[in-house]
Nanobody, 124 residues
Framework: QVQLVESGGGLVQPGGSLRLSCAASGFTLESYTIAWFRQAPGKEREGVSCISSFDGRPYYGDSVKGRFTISRDNAKSTVSLQMNSLKPEDTAVYYC?????????????????WGQGTQVTVSS
């Protein structure tokens, strides 16, 4: 059974940090490019970050560059998203997604598997 399970969300004050994890099972993570998306209330789901299966090269959305860091551990079948200097506008449900391609894809459609999401709330 294929699963992506996110964890690590929560409530944090502005300027704080969170580390999200995405645990994969039922497929070989190293063959998949993994992305993090987020969706705020009333807004479309948007890409946050991505790490390719080919060379592990990371990509970041403009709004998170310099603050977020994505990493993957294929041996442990996990992908992490370290989020620093969090802002209220980072508040959203964060999803990880997997696609069997060797490059990052910005659009949602091609992704094969999705997690259930984890809530991140940045508020004082």
């Amino acid at each position: 059974q294929v699963q992506l399970v996110e964890s690590g969300g929560g409530l944090v004050q502005p300027g704080g940090s969170l580390r999200l994890s995405c645990a994969a099972s039922g497929f070989t993570l190293e063959s998949y490019t993994i992305a993090w998306f987020r969706q705020a209330p009333g807004k479309e789901r948007e890409g946050v970050s991505c790490i390719s299966s080919f060379d592990g090269r990371p990509y970041y959305g403009d709004s998170v560059k310099g603050r977020f860091t994505i990493s993957r551990d294929n041996a442990k079948s996990t992908v992490s998203l370290q989020m620093n200097s969090l802002k209220p506008e980072d508040t959203a449900v964060y999803y990880c997604a997997a696609v069997r391609r060797n490059m990052c894809i910005k659009t949602l459609g091609p992704y094969d598997y999705w997690g259930q999401g984890t809530q991140v709330t940045v508020s004082s």
